[in-house]
């Protein structure tokens, strides 16, 4: 991402009515903190379209203020950000019967990035496979060559003492993890279920990496 925002404050108030970001002055002082945006370059590109995934439960809530964040950000460089709000998960399947329409898919491939909340919920817990929420996000990835996620995890001292885990464990914590996510069992075959010669029933996957990386097509 071509924008950078860095903060530090105790204290988040409300802009004054009469304040104005020039573009020269890209750092303001407001309440008790100080917000500084800068870009990468000043030839990054200046608009970028964003696939807006809402998703279900609490997904909502959280991209919505992601969005406004990413709109604050922003406009503070003058960047612009094009969203487009598109179906996947419990949301698609009450809609259009699929975790994952293909107007999602084709959109999705023309963005820039796509910004997800959250998919599944209890009340498609007993949909077979391939109609649960959870089968349109391996769609997602796979139809996007999406090979590994970053998933930082990082306790702040402020909340320390919220986490169920003791202070001794989690001070200090900032880490991050890589996972692969098209390869192996996800996406290998042969997968299935079958009885022997006795009728003992068993289940199969198929553990399957390739010398290139991830294995779309296996």
Not at 17 to 25: G, K, T
Not at 64 to 75: C, E, I, P, Q, R
């Amino acid at each position: 991402m071509a924008v950078s925002l860095q903060f530090n404050f105790k204290a988040l108030r409300s802009l004054p009515q009469d304040f104005h970001l020039s573009p020269r002055n890209r750092s303001f002082k407001f309440g008790l903190g100080l917000v500084k945006c800068s870009a990468a370059s000043p030839t990054s590109k200046r608009s970028y379209s964003i696939t807006l995934l809402p998703g279900d439960g609490i997904g909502p809530e959280v991209t919505t203020v992601a969005k406004n964040v990413l709109d604050f950000t922003g406009s503070l460089e003058g960047i612009k950000f094009n969203f487009r709000e598109m179906l996947l998960g419990g949301a698609a399947l009450d809609e259009t019967g699929v975790p994952l329409p293909d107007e999602t898919l084709s959109v999705a491939k023309q963005s820039d990035a796509i910004l997800l909340g959250a998919i599944g919920g209890y009340k498609w817990d007993k949909n077979e496979k391939r109609l649960k929420p959870e089968t349109g996000l391996l769609q997602l990835r796979e139809g996007l060559k999406v090979y590994a996620n970053l998933r930082p995890a990082i306790v702040f001292p402020q909340l320390m003492d919220a986490s169920t885990l003791k202070r001794e464990i989690v001070d200090g914590v900032d880490l991050v993890v890589v996972r692969e996510l098209t390869g192996g069992i996800y996406f290998g075959k042969p997968r299935g279920f079958s009885t022997d010669e006795n009728g003992e029933e068993s289940g199969f996957n198929t553990e399957i990496y390739t010398t290139s990386g991830p294995n779309y097509k296996t």
